[in-house]
C-alpha cells in the first residue's frame, strides 16, 4: 500500500512538473496579481506541489526499501528519523528554490535567516543538535535503560527534538520497575548533562548487589559460600558469559581491572550484626526479579540451619 502511494506520488510529481513547464512556454495572459503574473504563481504553485509529492515519494520508498532490510528496530528507528530530516531539508531547499528561482540567492537567504533564527529559537535548535549527537555519538538507542538529570526509564522513542522515556521507579514505586508515566527530554540535555546507559548495547548488564544481616553468632564462611552458591546455582552461566564480553571490551581499553566470572559477598562489620553483601551481575530489565529470587533461596537456605546462621534479634538492630 505504502508502495503504491509513493509510485502515485512520483507519478503525480512528475505529470505537475511537465504542466508547470507547458504554462512556462506557453505564451498567454491570464493577467496579474499583485503585480505577479498569474502563469507564473501557477506555475510556481505546481513546481512546489511537484516538489512536495517527489520528496514523499521518495523518501516512503527508500525507507520502506531499507526497512525491509534491517531487522534490528534500533537501527530502523534511526533511519527513519535521519532519512526524515534529510528528506525534509531537500524538501525546503526544493521549495524555496521554486519559489525564489535563484539558488545562489536562496542560499544567501538561508544563511541570514538561518543567523536571525538562531538567536529566536535556542532552545528548539540545541534539541535538533543534541538529536545529530545521538544519532552520531549515539549515548543511547531506543530500548535502553538510561538515567538523565535524575530522570530514568526505557527509551521509546526519539525524534528532532525530544526523547521519550517510559518511567522507571520515581516518586510513585520504590522498586526499579515500571511507574505508568511517561518522561519528555529536549534533547539538548545530552549536550550539558551525564547519561547513565544501563543497558548499553556492547555490555547490557549492571552490577547489582544483595545484603543480608546476620549475628555475630553465625559461622560466616558458611553463611557467605551459601549465598555464593546459591547466586551461581540461579545466574553463574549467564554471568559468566556476560564477563568473557566484558573482558573483551576492557581489553580494548587502557583500563586494567580484576573482574570475577563468578558472583562474590562482601562482608562489612556494623554494630550489632555482620553485613553479608552479594554482588552479581544481571541485565537491568532483570534486576529486581533476580534479587527477589535470591532473596527467597538464601533466605529459606539459611533457615535451614538454625545451628550455623542466626539473625540480630530486634533488640540489637
Do not use: C
Not at 71 to 81: A, F, G, M, S
Not at 153 to 179: A, K, R
Not at 274 to 303: C, D, F, K, S, W
Request: charged residues 25%; negative net charge.
Amino acid at each position: 500500500m505504502q508502495k503504491r502511494v509513493a509510485y502515485l506520488s512520483l507519478l503525480f510529481a512528475a505529470v505537475l512538473g511537465f504542466t508547470a513547464g507547458i504554462i512556462d512556454r506557453v505564451d498567454t495572459d491570464l493577467g496579474d496579481v499583485l503585480s505577479v503574473e498569474v502563469e507564473t504563481l501557477l506555475s510556481q504553485a505546481l513546481l512546489v506541489t511537484a516538489v512536495v509529492l517527489a520528496v514523499f515519494g521518495a523518501y516512503t520508498l527508500l525507507v520502506g526499501y531499507l526497512l525491509e532490510r534491517t531487522e534490528d528496530k534500533r537501527r530502523q528507528h534511526n533511519l527513519r528519523n535521519i532519512l526524515r530530516f534529510a528528506f525534509i531539508i531537500v524538501g525546503i531547499v526544493g521549495v524555496f528554490g521554486v519559489l525564489t528561482n535563484r539558488y545562489l540567492g536562496l542560499f544567501f537567504s538561508l544563511g541570514v535567516v538561518g543567523f536571525a533564527v538562531t538567536f529566536a529559537l535556542q532552545q528548539p535548535l540545541f534539541s535538533l543538535i543534541g538529536w545529530l549527537y545521538i544519532m552520531i555519538k549515539q549515548p543511547y538507542n531506543v530500548g535502553d535503560r538510561v538515567s538523565i538529570e535524575g530522570s530514568k526509564g526505557d527509551v521509546v522513542e526519539v525524534d528532532f527534538f525530544v526523547t521519550t522515556l517510559w518511567e522507571i521507579g520515581g516518586e510513585l514505586v520504590t522498586s526499579n520497575q515500571p511507574s505508568g508515566r511517561v518522561i519528555t527530554l529536549p534533547n539538548s540535555v545530552v549536550l550539558s548533562s551525564h547519561v547513565y546507559n544501563y543497558s548499553y548495547r556492547e555490555f547490557p548488564h549492571v552490577w547489582n548487589e544483595l545484603s543480608v544481616q546476620v549475628a555475630y553468632e553465625t559461622d560466616l564462611e558458611f553463611a557467605r559460600q551459601l549465598m555464593i552458591d546459591e547466586a551461581d546455582d540461579y545466574l553463574g552461566d549467564e554471568m559468566e558469559r556476560a564477563i568473557e564480553r566484558y573482558r573483551k571490551r576492557l581489553a580494548e581499553t587502557p583500563v586494567e581491572l580484576e573482574v570475577r566470572e563468578r558472583p562474590t559477598v562482601n562482608l562489612r562489620q556494623k554494630e550489632s550484626w555482620v553485613e553479608l553483601t552479594l554482588r552479581y551481575l544481571v541485565h537491568p530489565r532483570r534486576g529486581q526479579r533476580v534479587r527477589n529470587a535470591l532473596y527467597e533461596r538464601i533466605l529459606e537456605r539459611m533457615n535451614e540451619h538454625p545451628d550455623r546462621v542466626a539473625f540480630p534479634v530486634s533488640r540489637s538492630r
